[in-house]
């Protein structure tokens, strides 16, 4: 199976609610990526976090990772519509310092007006 | 600053035709990968370069060349098109080591091998 699995695969919230999607990763990774795509575009970065952090925020968002159990979280809170899109994580390999990056099949939100 | 620039955004061939995709950079990133994207699934590498000159081979690079000659451009070729290579198509770039490692992307490239 692929690295960086997100869970779950569909995620249907209503506006204001809160979001929360995860990322599990099998190998030594130099940091851990979350990706935004919305339908028929490219990818948007969202957030960086390295294997030394454990929590960070970015606005309405917030990344923890757990080396220990290779996993990630990404919330988001006070969730609005136009947050509707596809989330990847995507983890930097180790032994590229962390350029090459390899994805997981991505978590669809829909917040709902 | 234009970022990360593909081109086509669509293209429609022929089973056995070539063609190259274009991806062009003015970031002065020295790493550039290619991935495809096929329903419901993640992105997967194809090929990536660390600079000029430099390329190697990701999960899936069967059917696909790249070349790296200058820092900007990273093409990516299929040598001949089959049903199977029917996707779309990232290009991205970032920094290399000792840099910030955020992935940009283009806006892909929707390919249908008929």
């Known amino acids: 199976s692929q690295q960086g699995e997100e869970d779950p695969q569909a995620l249907s919230i209503q506006e204001g609610e809160n979001a929360t999607m995860n990322c599990s990763y099998k190998?030594?990774?130099?940091?851990l990526q979350w990706y935004r795509q919305n339908s028929g575009r490219g990818l948007v970065h969202l957030i960086l976090i390295r294997s030394n952090e454990r929590e960070k925020h970015s606005g309405r968002l917030r990344v923890t990772l757990d080396t220990s159990k290779k996993s990630s979280s990404l919330l988001i809170t006070a969730s609005r519509a136009a947050d509707t899109a596809s989330y990847f994580c995507?983890?930097?390999?180790?032994?590229?310092?962390?350029?090459?990056?390899?994805f997981g099949e991505g978590t669809q939100l829909t917040v709902n007006p | 600053n234009a970022g990360v620039t593909q081109t086509p955004k669509f293209q429609v061939l022929k089973t056995g035709q070539s063609m190259t995709l274009q991806c062009a950079q003015d970031?002065?990133?020295?790493?550039m990968s290619w991935y495809r994207q096929d329903p419901g699934m993640g992105l997967r590498l194809i090929h990536y370069s660390v600079g000029a000159g430099i390329t190697d081979q990701g999960e899936v690079p069967n059917g696909y060349n790249v070349s790296r000659s200058t820092t900007e451009d990273f093409p990516l070729r299929l040598l001949s098109a089959a049903p199977s290579q029917t996707s779309v198509y990232f290009c991205?770039?970032?920094?290399?080591?000792?840099?910030?490692?955020?992935?940009?992307f283009g806006q892909g490239t929707r390919l249908t091998v008929v």
């Open positions: 190998t030594s990774i130099n940091n």
């Open positions: 991205a770039s970032s920094y290399w080591t000792g840099r910030s490692t955020e992935a940009f």
């Open positions: 995507a983890t930097g390999s180790l032994e590229t310092s962390g350029s090459r990056l390899t």
């Open positions: 970031m002065n990133h020295e790493y």
